[in-house]
């Protein structure tokens, strides 16, 4: 069981930055690839980012790209994803998830994610 805690939200106005924390429970993070998506009003649910359980493979939605990183922290179970250059359409709630893997890839669909965290509001505005 893994449980995931995210932080690091809110208001930015455009062109500003926000970095979101995912914090997890569990002494086995490092077996895990880390992802994190987001969901708008009426939308559904959208992988934005993800990375292997090592940290060396990154993969990223292509509106994103440029500018959001994700990075990790094996030593204290913490994935965080540093948002820049933010946009009124990158307004959604955020949410971390993870997955048992045991190869080194990058997870990029909602369905192979085992565990979720409750999300984080962030809001764009123009």
């Known amino acids: 069981q893994v449980q995931l805690v995210e932080s690091g939200g809110g208001l930015v106005q455009a062109g500003g930055s926000l970095r979101l924390s995912c914090a997890a429970s569990g002494r086995t993070f490092s077996s895990y690839g880390m992802g994190w998506f987001r969901q708008a009003p009426g939308k559904e649910r959208e992988f934005v980012a993800g990375?292997?359980?090592?940290?060396?493979?990154?993969y990223y939605e292509d509106s994103v790209k440029g500018r959001f990183t994700i990075s990790r922290d094996n030593a204290k179970n913490t994935v965080s994803l540093q948002m820049n250059s933010l946009k009124p359409e990158d307004t959604a709630v955020y949410y971390c998830a993870a997955r048992f893997a045991r190869l080194n890839v990058v997870p990029t669909t909602l369905s192979e994610y085992d565990y979720w965290g409750q999300g984080t509001q962030v809001t764009v505005s123009s």
């Open positions: 990375i292997s359980r090592s940290g060396d493979n990154r």
